[in-house]
């Protein structure tokens, strides 16, 4: 069974820039959720998409959006990047029973 | 709010010995599950071992086990014959069932623990 696969491993962007990150759960695993890890604010949560609905969302401006297809994949956008932009995003897929499992991540640099 | 604390920024033990990571969890919530992730400097997030609130039974996973102890509201990791490839940043999580049953809200992580194996 394969596992989570995130898209690309790596990137570097320019500030104000845009940027679109994927996610592809395990299959059959309908709930994607993705977190920011930085040094100083350790693993911060940013949304959860379930059936192609967002159903949980944390504290993070607009710029941070993201989308779920009805292939359960999910995608996180990043509009006018800055500079503390910069971290890795992580995507978990989740099935009923609450167990939460990772992709390997997308490392983000912003200059 | 949940909130997890992980009180041990680094340990250190022998090749082969045991050692046990803490972690205590704050929740007013009565049904939550209980994770520990490792991190190896790749950055990918590997799922340890996981506890749910109504379990009795110690959660084990090959020589992964887990020390939960409700009242006191600890889900210490246990680490036993400890190899030079669990040298990596480990991390305690939680995530709460919502109202309805059927749905887990977010993972709240602590900040980690990182563990070096000596040989």
């Known amino acids: 069974k394969a596992g989570v696969t995130q898209t690309p491993r790596y990137l570097i962007k320019t500030r104000g820039q845009q940027v679109t990150l994927s996610c592809s759960p395990i299959s059959g695993h309908r709930s994607v959720s993705w977190y920011q890890q930085t040094p100083g604010q350790g693993l911060q949560f940013l949304f959860e998409?379930?059936?192609?609905?967002?159903?949980n969302k944390g504290n993070f401006p607009g710029r941070f959006s993201g989308r779920q297809f009805s292939n359960s994949r999910s995608e996180m956008n990043v509009s006018t990047l800055e500079l503390g932009d910069s971290a890795l995003y992580l995507c978990a897929s989740s099935f009923f029973s609450g167990e939460a499992f990772f992709g390997q991540g997308t490392r983000l640099t912003v200059v | 709010a949940q909130k997890i604390t992980q009180t041990q920024p680094g340990m250190f033990v022998q090749e082969k010995e045991a050692v046990t990571l803490d972690c205590t969890y704050d929740t007013s919530d009565q049904s939550y599950g209980l994770f520990w992730y490792k991190q190896p400097s790749s950055g990918e997030m590997i799922f340890l071992i996981y506890q749910g609130s109504y379990d009795e039974q110690n959660a084990t996973e090959g020589r992964y086990s887990l020390n939960f102890q409700k009242a006191r509201k600890s889900a210490n990791l246990v680490i036993s014959a400890s190899q030079l490839g669990d040298s990596a940043m480990y991390f305690c999580?939680?995530?709460?069932?919502?109202?309805?049953?059927?749905?887990?809200?977010?993972?709240?992580f602590g900040q980690g623990t990182i563990l070096t194996v000596h040989p």
């Open positions: 998409y379930f059936s192609e609905t967002q159903r």
């Open positions: 999580a939680m995530r709460v069932k919502l109202a309805g049953g059927t749905s887990y809200g977010k993972l709240t």
